[in-house]
């Protein structure tokens, strides 16, 4: 299936953080995760806008996920992740080797087209030469408007 990240080139200051984001379905398939659903967060003030929350509420099952369009504070989408209905948690899909932006799960691994690393969908390293583990972010998660604040 196809993944639609938006265009992401120009990071700004965490002063946007608290902006809203609107959502489009994507669709990228993520084996070893039930029922995946992918979706991405379009920022309102442009695109490679950090941003701190997003919205969850197509991730209906545990171990569902979605890649953000907008980039985290390394300049690369994250990868939300739902553990339960109320815990959810954020990876960077930013290579530790050298930088580059991971390739959406696929099978449960992220690529690295660069170099070649391989990564899991916990952030842990499966093939160097990357090696260590992606950043990962706790998040909270607010019922009331089925927004994931990370904290970055
Ligand atoms: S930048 Fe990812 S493997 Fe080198």
């Given at each position: ?7 992401n080139d ?19 398939a993520i ?103 992606l950043t ?17």
């Open positions: 299936m196809a993944l639609n990240i938006l265009g120009q990071p700004i200051g965490r002063r946007d953080f608290m902006k809203a984001c609107t959502w489009g379905i994507v669709g990228v084996v070893g995760m039930a029922s995946p659903v992918v979706s991405g967060c379009n920022s309102l003030s442009g695109p490679g806008n950090v941003q701190a929350d997003y919205n969850v509420s197509t991730l209906t099952g545990d171990n569902q996920a979605l890649v953000t369009s907008g980039n985290g504070p390394e300049g690369s989408p994250l990868l939300i992740v739902r553990k339960s209905a109320t815990t959810y948690v954020a990876i960077s899909m930013n290579c530790t080797h050298e930088g580059c932006t991971l390739d959406a799960p696929s099978n449960g691994v992220m690529l690295c087209s660069c170099h070649g690393s391989e990564f899991d969908t916990t952030g842990a390293v499966l093939r160097g030469p990357a090696r260590n583990r990962t972010y706790t998040t909270t998660y607010d019922a009331s408007t089925g927004m994931v604040h990370v904290n970055f």
